[in-house]
């Protein structure tokens, strides 16, 4: 059974920092791109971040760039989302994704984990 498991989220104040985690377990997704989304109460899924098999090649959401960074441990089957300077509207669960292509869209993701709460105030 694959399992994508994050952790990682909280409540935190307007320009602290939260360092997110996901781990897979059940396959090996070393040759699959992966991606962070976040959803807000009222609002579709968003994409945040993505990072392909080998970390080489990252994207990013326009309102994230230079305060978000992903990255991935492929040894450990994880990827993180380390987050600075957060802002109120960075609030929303957040989703980890695995796919076979880099992509901004959620339907191009086929395993997903259960999303983890990050709340921003002000």
């Known amino acids: 059974q694959v399992q994508l498991v994050e952790s990682g989220g909280g409540l935190v104040q307007a320009g602290g920092s939260l360092r997110l985690s996901c781990a897979a377990s059940?396959?090996?997704?070393?040759?699959?791109?992966w991606a962070w989304f976040r959803q807000a109460p009222g609002k579709e899924r968003e994409f945040v971040a993505a990072?392909?098999?080998?970390?080489?090649?990252?994207r990013y959401f326009d309102s994230v760039k230079g305060r978000f960074t992903i990255s991935r441990d492929n040894a450990k089957n994880t990827v993180y989302l380390q987050m600075n300077s957060l802002k109120p509207e960075d609030t929303g669960v957040y989703y980890c994704?695995?796919?076979?292509?880099?992509?901004?869209?959620?339907?191009?993701?086929?395993?997903w984990g259960q999303g983890t709460q990050v709340t921003v105030s002000s």
């Open positions: 994704a695995a796919g076979p292509q880099l992509a901004v869209v959620p339907t191009a993701y086929p395993y």
């Open positions: 059940g396959r090996t997704f070393t040759n699959y791109p």
């Open positions: 990072i392909n098999w080998s970390g080489s090649s990252t």
